[in-house]
Structure formats: C-alpha cells, structure tokens
C-alpha cells in the first residue's frame, strides 16, 4: 500500500496478524474484537516523527551560525581595528617620537601636528615648562576647557608608561558636524602630558563616545621617545 513521508512516496507492506495468538482487547455486546498489528502503518508514523524533528533542528542550527557571522563582521562606530598597523613619527619641530596609525590623514602647523581617520584623531604638540604636570594643573586645565561645545570633565590622574609618569586628563566634548547628516557626535577627549627637561609632550587622543580603543591608545602613549 503506497504512503508519503518526507513528500517522497514510500510502498510499505502492511502485515496482518491474527488474534488468536494474543487475547482479545474489548468485547461489545458479546462480540469480541479481534487486534490486528498493522506494522507498515506504525513505521510510516515513525518516519514522518523523524522528518519533523530533523526539519526543525536543521533550521535552528543555520539561524543561529548567521545571526553570529553578522554580529561578528560589525564593529562599533569609532573602533580602531585590531590588525591597524603603527609607524614612527617624529614632526620637525617637536622633541619627541611617536608610533601613528598608518594611513591616517597627516596635518601640520607650526604649533600642533594631527593624524585623523573617520572619528578619531591624535594631536601632537609640545610646550616648555618649569615643573612636570601634576593632578592640579590637570584640573586647572579642565576648568580651561569647561567652554568646549558639550564639555563634560572626566578624570585627572597620573599613569606610567614606557617614557615614564604621564598626567592623564579625560574629558567629552562635541565633536564637528557631519558634512552628510549635519549633526555632531560627542567625542571622548584622552590628554597625556609627559615632562622632560623643561618640556612637555601633550598627546591628545580624541574618539567617538563609546568606542573601544583601549589597546591602540596603548600603542600611542606606550611609544613616546625623547629625541633631545
């Protein structure tokens, strides 16, 4: 007798046992019911359990590997990415070295030098100074900065990296408008001030709000060299 699973045609024979072997099942008004086995019925049954069960575990499976490949190929706007390559950098007229993000857009001055990508920045500059920059002279410089466009003050505190004791001032401000969507986005301002004999290296590490950029920010501040 034909049957269907899976939308595929399936003969099956059906195979009848007699009763007499087993007892009867019911009896209405006297008359006995004989049981009769019907096995091709029963694999059909099984088959068709089998096909629904495979058909919703197999589409579960692939939901989930694609909403993972997405979630992996995108990125929070502002991050630098993880394979960004650095090279030394030295602006003629500062006193130090430092490791940029290769590629960036390059703009000098005679009083700052500033490497750009997308939402990002680095500003280089440099100052004389009787006396190393200290927790309080951070905090003045933030009163300073208390004018910027959407400043909200951060911390002030002092951090050491490879060229040794750096004050570390952090701080968000609004950033430019955008050429295409005319709004500005808040940025997260890092201003590391390194000493060394009557100078002061300021590194201003700029991003957008929210971005992870720990790492590179690291790479930055880690490779300060004094060159005099």
Known sequence: MPRRACGRRIDLPLTFVRAERYPPLRSFGGMRTRAFLLTGAAALALAAAGCGSSSGSSGSSGSSGASTTKAQDVSPAGDIPDNQAFVAYRAPALHYSVK???????????????????????????????????????????????????????????????????????????????????????????????????????????????????????IVTDSLRWTA
């Open 100 to 218: 940029v993000p290769e590629g960036w857009s390059r703009r000098a001055s005679a009083a700052a030098t500033s490497f750009t990508d997308k939402l990002n920045s680095i500003t280089l500059t440099e100052r004389s100074a009787s006396a190393a920059p200290s927790v309080a002279t951070g905090k003045a410089e933030l009163k300073q900065l208390a004018s910027l466009a959407g400043f909200k003050g951060g911390k002030v505190s002092v951090v050491r990296r490879k060229a040794g004791a750096a004050v570390r001032v952090t701080y968000e401000a609004r950033g430019p408008k955008d050429t295409v969507t005319g709004r500005a986005r808040t940025r997260a301002f890092e201003r590391y001030e390194f000493f060394h004999k009557g100078r002061v290296a300021v590194l201003t590490l700029a991003g957008a709000k929210g971005a992870d950029n720990v790492d590179p920010w690291r």
